[in-house]
């Protein structure tokens, strides 16, 4: 097939220079490179151009983009969206990495699928210290390469949920371009909706194959959106307003009413484990009292995930557990703190 996608990657920051050397340069060392790396600082008041323009400087396919006013994260990735050129574009935060082979493997499924309006991979968990945790339990909806149509987007929606890895997700820009880019009325869900939604339009591609790693960290967008606990119905009446805007075949199913419920457990369950956190039992708890909180919030969310998703019972035994279960024997966690 003589068809070659082109694959931007745009990394919004706003003061990560802690994090942004391993991050810029898990993008500018793939092999092959992205066709075009577009990095936005969006007002940082620390040194993260100076360092920027250092690490990129000898890299022509790589540039910065200085916001001239604070515009948020997702108004940010949005003027990346407009920027770039190329086909296809991944969004990659400041404090995540890419992992060896990313954009090769990207290239190589979209190369044999280029009606895909998405394709997606998988991720390692990694702390505030950049050392990787574990799996991201995103649901294994294949265990090889596999090309999903339209119908099979939005049957794995209303069946499974969301299966998209944020750091991976490799959008056709025109697609996005024609639901409006990322809706910041969803703040963190902003991705994950728009992949369901561009999914169920135009199909997708995925690789069970962990080619990222995601940084768990108290300053994510999605955690401030989910522990916004009086926000939470106003987030899921601009979901509902936005999958029959955009998605018009998915409310014909059960979507609506799983995703509400989805939502509502992600919400209890991000303010569980926050309310579970050592530093939340005090300076003086001790070994066990601190014990006991995390076991209590475990019992909370399991309680809660029976109550609001009864549903997703049997597909998170299939497609996250042992799907887990499988990629965790296929691949070796990433070793350390340095790629």
């Given amino acids: 097939m003589n068809h070659r996608p082109t694959i931007?990657?745009?990394?919004?920051?706003?003061?990560?220079?802690?994090?942004?050397?391993?991050?810029?340069?898990?993008?500018?060392?793939?092999?092959?490179?992205?066709?075009?790396?577009?990095?936005?600082?969006?007002w940082s008041t620390d040194d993260s151009r100076e360092l920027i323009e250092r690490e990129i400087c000898q890299f022509p396919f790589a540039r910065l983009i200085?916001?001239?006013?604070?515009?948020?994260?997702i108004a940010t990735i949005n003027r990346g969206l407009r920027e770039a050129r190329c086909e296809f574009?991944?969004?990659?935060?400041?404090?995540?990495?890419?992992?060896?082979?990313?954009?090769?493997?990207?290239?190589?499924?979209?190369?044999?699928h280029p009606e895909a309006g998405l394709w997606s991979a998988m991720t390692w968990l990694m702390d505030e210290g950049g050392r990787s945790t574990g799996l991201h339990w995103s649901?294994?909806?294949?265990?090889?390469?596999?090309?999903?149509?339209?119908?099979?987007?939005?049957?794995?929606?209303?069946?499974?949920g969301s299966w998209f890895a944020g750091p991976t997700m490799c959008f056709r820009r025109a697609a996005l371009d024609a639901i409006g880019g990322f809706d910041d009325r969803l703040g963190g869900l902003s991705d994950l909706l728009a992949a369901t939604v561009v999914s169920s339009r135009h199909?997708?591609?995925?690789?069970?194959?962990?080619?990222?790693?995601?940084?768990?960290?108290?300053?994510?967008?999605?955690?401030?959106?989910?522990?916004?606990?009086?926000?939470v119905e106003r987030l899921i009446a601009i979901a509902t307003e936005?999958?029959?805007?955009?998605?018009?075949?998915?409310?014909?199913?059960?979507?609506?009413?799983?995703m509400e419920g989805r939502i509502r457990f992600a919400a209890l369950r991000a303010r569980s484990e926050a309310e579970a956190r050592p530093s939340d039992a005090g300076p003086g708890a001790s070994r066990t009292t601190r014990a006991l909180n995390?076991?209590?919030?475990?019992?909370?969310?399991?309680?809660?995930?029976?109550?609001?998703?009864?549903?997703?019972?049997?597909?998170?035994?299939?497609?996250?557990?042992?799907?887990?279960?499988i990629i965790r024997v296929r691949y070796r966690r990433p070793a350390g703190s340095s790629l």
Avoid at 89 to 112: E, I, Q, T, Y
Avoid at 210 to 231: I, K, N, Q, W
Wanted: hydrophobic fraction near 50%.
């Fill in 89 to 112: 574009v991944v969004f990659l935060s400041s404090n995540d990495c890419m992992l060896p082979g990313l954009v090769g493997h990207a290239k190589a499924a979209l190369r044999a």
């Fill in 203 to 231: 199909g997708a591609v995925f690789s069970p194959v962990p080619l990222a790693l995601l940084r768990v960290h108290e300053g994510g967008v999605l955690s401030a959106t989910l522990r916004d606990e009086e926000g």
């Fill in 66 to 73: 200085e916001n001239k006013t604070w515009l948020g994260t």
């Fill in 242 to 258: 936005y999958v029959r805007t955009h998605a018009p075949t998915l409310p014909e199913t059960s979507f609506l009413a799983r």
């Fill in 294 to 325: 995390t076991i209590r919030a475990r019992a909370s969310i399991v309680r809660a995930f029976v109550a609001l998703r009864a549903f997703d019972v049997c597909p998170t035994l299939l497609y996250r557990l042992l799907g887990a279960a």
């Fill in 139 to 160: 649901p294994v909806v294949a265990l090889d390469d596999r090309w999903m149509d339209a119908i099979r987007c939005r049957a794995l929606a209303v069946g499974v």
């Fill in 8 to 42: 931007a990657v745009v990394m919004p920051n706003r003061n990560d220079a802690a994090a942004l050397p391993r991050a810029l340069r898990s993008v500018l060392h793939q092999v092959p490179p992205p066709d075009e790396f577009i990095v936005i600082d969006d």
